[in-house]
């Protein structure tokens, strides 16, 4: 079991930016290179999305709605995982969740809110 810690939640109008922080402090460091993190997203009712994900080597995925919009980037040396969003929209409202894969095994944080709104 790996210990995610969120951070940088919040609300923010249309168009704003927003960070989201998630590190893995009980992580060994040499173990947390072989994690991929990734941020995935949740609203009511619907299933939790991929939003982007990062290898330890720094091949990214991102889910077709925040393309262009969104960047992830891990420090390994700190382990730390950032999720810099972008011209945020209202359809970005959910709850956000730091994931960590150790060998296929999904490893999740609590969730931190984002809510876009005017």
């Known amino acids: 079991q790996v210990l995610l810690e969120e951070s940088g939640g919040g609300l923010v109008q249309p168009g704003e930016s927003l960070r989201l922080a998630c590190s893995a402090p009980r992580a060994i460091l040499s173990t947390f290179n072989t994690y991929v993190m990734g941020w995935y997203r949740q609203v009511p009712g619907k299933q939790r999305e991929l939003v982007a994900s990062?290898?330890?080597?720094?091949?990214?995925v991102y889910g077709d709605s925040v393309k262009g919009r969104f960047t992830i980037s891990r420090n390994n040396s700190r382990k730390k995982v950032w999720l810099q969003m972008n011209s945020l929209k209202p359809e970005d409202t959910a709850v956000y969740y730091c994931n960590a894969n150790v060998f296929g095994e999904d490893n999740w944080g609590q969730g931190t809110q984002v809510t876009v709104a005017s």
């Open positions: 990062i290898t330890a080597g720094g091949n990214t």
